[in-house]
């Protein structure tokens, strides 16, 4: 990499981001020192295009081709990631394999398997109120000997929410956009993961807000895997069911992509070598050139002449935009991914496929004398790489998590003493489970957790109009560590009675 010190105006982002801190300001001007490993981050970051992609040769200097970046580590340095180094010009890695037993304490303990399932479950057990009164169920009944207590309640929570997934390349909206159920604002597009779109609805500021009875409905009805319709404001209007493929804008969403297009190049190569001279996965995401990208060039392909209009990442590798076209990109025609063509690398006759990661869409062309391609049919190897992609497509899904903070006055019912509950159930001595499925529980303070909806019986879920939603949760634990923490020893029941605690609140 060089710098142009003309272009370059001293703002320092390259200094930050540079992985190997190869980068200093000098006299406000950045200098590259000798540890660089051509990572190109500063060509990527430098805002004024002062960093020069332009290799400055080091002897001894090491490839590296674990990733995408294709560091070049000095002797004795390490790469951008931290895990290779040149070492006597052999590339080691720079960390010891670990076994779990040498990460066991980090790990943390697991719960004992006597008391990972509660005896019953809080659907239909109904509440107590207020919370200094004994949860309306607290059983105990022998497991190998040991005395195991099951205390159970269908709590109200306003500290709730769900994260919504819908696996989809299709735009749904900004991040960040409101969204609206029935016309009410109750909840938002959150940041978008591999290959799926995330949403957050309720949540205790929306749940206590102007529009609660609907963000509570809204919950309440999704986490039951009912049927609703959503509008992210700016957006697709949302039709989701969980278990079921969500429909955007009027269009079923049958297929999830495998993964992005630097993936599918990856888990293709061997079909593409054969499909067309030169292969463009469009993708939102990463889109691929495949022979710039290191899966065809490991098979011998020379670099062809299509450039692309997208900005590139890595060899081969480029970012795609958002929108309703090709792949989840802006482009209605998918040959407007190609900027122009080097006839001198590409000659004419050479053919291009252009595909989906879902293999949804795929397109075929010939590049004629004129220097552009013209569309053709797809060879059977072109038609064959496509159905590869296809048959490797899951079906799309809407899924959802249910988050429930249980670590206020939900604790109440279980035990006098509810701090100590907090730390049993982070200490895997009170398991806690919802509807009777395993939770995962956040860490840090408190007890909130995350639960898979479908895993819990439908109907399970509901809302009150303080407002906040109803979820079963139930708290498992050995009898003596339920005595420690200031338990309702008094109102505990042998698990064959089904009738509840009796308790008079006002006494
Ligand atoms: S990011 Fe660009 S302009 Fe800023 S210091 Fe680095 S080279 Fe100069
Ligand atoms: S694996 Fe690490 S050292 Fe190797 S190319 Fe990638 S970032 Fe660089």
């Given at each position: 990499?060089?710098?142009?010190?003309?272009?370059?105006?001293?703002c320092?982002?390259?200094?930050?981001?540079?992985?190997?801190?190869?980068?200093?300001?000098?006299?406000?001007?950045?200098?590259i020192?000798?540890?660089c490993?051509?990572?190109?981050?500063?060509?990527?970051?430098?805002?004024?295009?002062?960093?020069?992609?332009?290799?400055?040769?080091?002897?001894?200097?090491?490839?590296?081709?674990?990733?995408?970046?294709?560091?070049?580590?000095?002797?004795?340095?390490?790469?951008?990631?931290?895990?290779?180094?040149?070492?006597?010009?052999?590339?080691?890695?720079?960390?010891?394999?670990?076994?779990?037993?040498?990460?066991?304490?980090?790990?943390?303990?697991?719960?004992?398997?006597?008391?990972?399932?509660?005896?019953?479950?809080?659907?239909?057990?109904?509440?107590?109120?207020?919370?200094?009164?004994?949860?309306?169920?607290?059983?105990?009944?022998?497991?190998?000997?040991?005395?195991?207590?099951?205390?159970?309640?269908?709590?109200?929570?306003?500290?709730?929410?769900?994260?919504?997934?819908?696996?989809?390349?299709?735009?749904?909206?900004?991040?960040?956009?409101?969204?609206?159920?029935?016309?009410?604002?109750?909840g938002?597009?959150?940041?978008?993961?591999?290959?799926?779109?995330?949403?957050?609805?309720g949540g205790?500021?929306?749940?206590?807000?102007?529009?609660?009875?609907?963000?509570?409905?809204?919950?309440a009805?999704?986490?039951?895997?009912?049927?609703?319709?959503?509008?992210?404001?700016?957006?697709?209007?949302?039709?989701?069911?969980?278990?079921?493929?969500?429909?955007i804008?009027?269009?079923?969403?049958?297929?999830?992509?495998?993964?992005?297009?630097?993936?599918?190049?990856?888990?293709?190569?061997?079909?593409?070598?054969?499909?067309?001279?030169?292969?463009?996965?469009?993708?939102?995401?990463?889109?691929?050139?495949?022979?710039?990208?290191?899966?065809?060039?490991?098979?011998?392909?020379?670099?062809?002449?299509?450039?692309?209009?997208?900005?590139?990442?890595?060899?081969?590798?480029?970012?795609?935009?958002?929108?309703?076209?090709?792949?989840?990109?802006?482009?209605?025609?998918?040959?407007?991914?190609?900027?122009?063509?080097?006839?001198?690398?590409?000659?004419?006759?050479?053919?291009?496929?252009?595909?989906?990661?879902?293999?949804?869409?795929?397109?075929?062309?010939?590049?004629?004398?004129?220097?552009?391609?013209?569309?053709?049919?797809?060879?059977?190897?072109?038609?064959?790489?496509?159905?590869?992609?296809?048959?490797?497509?899951?079906?799309?899904?809407?899924?959802?998590?249910?988050?429930?903070g249980?670590?206020?006055?939900?604790?109440?019912?279980?035990?006098?003493?509810?701090?100590?509950?907090?730390?049993?159930?982070?200490?895997?001595k009170?398991?806690?489970?919802?509807?009777?499925?395993?939770?995962?529980?956040?860490?840090?303070?408190?007890?909130?957790?995350?639960?898979?909806?479908?895993?819990?019986?439908?109907?399970?879920?509901?809302?009150?109009?303080?407002?906040?939603?109803?979820?079963?949760?139930?708290?498992?634990?050995?009898?003596?560590?339920?005595?420690?923490?200031?338990?309702?020893?008094?109102?505990?029941?042998?698990?064959?009675?089904?009738?509840?605690?009796?308790?008079?609140?006002?006494?």
């Amino acid at each position: 990499m060089k710098i142009d010190l003309e272009r370059c105006n001293g703002c320092g982002l390259c200094v930050k981001d540079c992985p190997v801190a190869a980068i200093s300001l000098q006299d406000k001007k950045a200098v590259i020192g000798p540890s660089c490993v051509e990572c190109h981050t500063c060509f990527r970051v430098c805002p004024r295009g002062a960093a020069l992609d332009e290799p400055v040769p080091v002897a001894g200097a090491k490839e590296c081709t674990h990733c995408p970046v294709g560091c070049r580590i000095p002797e004795g340095l390490t790469g951008a990631c931290g895990r290779y180094k040149n070492q006597g010009h052999e590339l080691v890695r720079s960390r010891p394999l670990l076994t779990y037993a040498e990460v066991a304490a980090e790990v943390g303990p697991e719960p004992e398997l006597l008391i990972e399932r509660p005896s019953i479950t809080a659907i239909g057990a109904g509440g107590t109120y207020p919370d200094y009164v004994p949860a309306p169920y607290i059983v105990s009944h022998e497991r190998d000997g040991v005395e195991v207590v099951t205390v159970v309640t269908e709590a109200p929570l306003s500290y709730s929410g769900l994260k919504v997934k819908i696996d989809t390349d299709l735009e749904v909206g900004e991040e960040g956009a409101p969204i609206t159920f029935e016309g009410r604002t109750v909840g938002m597009v959150e940041t978008e993961e591999y290959g799926s779109k995330m949403l957050a609805i309720g949540g205790v500021n929306r749940l206590t807000g102007r529009h609660g009875f609907a963000a509570a409905r809204a919950v309440a009805a999704i986490a039951n895997r009912e049927a609703v319709r959503l509008k992210v404001k700016g957006g697709a209007k949302l039709e989701l069911q969980v278990g079921q493929p969500p429909v955007i804008d009027g269009q079923l969403v049958e297929k999830m992509r495998v993964g992005c297009g630097s993936a599918s190049a990856g888990l293709f190569a061997t079909f593409f070598l054969d499909a067309a001279d030169e292969v463009i996965v469009l993708d939102q995401h990463i889109t691929s050139l495949f022979s710039h990208h290191a899966a065809g060039r490991c098979l011998g392909l020379a670099p062809g002449g299509v450039e692309l209009c997208f900005q590139r990442s890595t060899p081969g590798r480029y970012f795609g935009t958002h929108g309703k076209g090709w792949g989840g990109t802006d482009l209605a025609d998918p040959l407007d991914i190609v900027k122009q063509v080097d006839t001198g690398l590409t000659k004419p006759g050479s053919t291009l496929l252009i595909t989906e990661t879902t293999g949804q869409n795929a397109a075929m062309y010939v590049l004629g004398e004129d220097g552009k391609f013209a569309p053709t049919e797809l060879s059977d190897k072109a038609q064959q790489a496509v159905a590869a992609l296809a048959e490797t497509c899951q079906r799309s899904l809407v899924s959802a998590v249910y988050v429930g903070g249980a670590g206020g006055s939900a604790r109440a019912g279980v035990a006098r003493y509810p701090l100590r509950l907090t730390h049993a159930v982070h200490a895997a001595k009170a398991v806690l489970t919802c509807g009777g499925a395993k939770v995962f529980v956040l860490p840090g303070g408190g007890i909130t957790f995350y639960v898979d909806v479908e895993k819990v019986r439908s109907g399970a879920f509901t809302w009150v109009p303080t407002p906040a939603t109803v979820a079963p949760i139930e708290y498992t634990m050995r009898l003596s560590d339920y005595e420690e923490m200031g338990g309702h020893l008094e109102a505990v029941k042998p698990f064959a009675a089904q009738e509840p605690v009796p308790w008079n609140r006002c006494k």
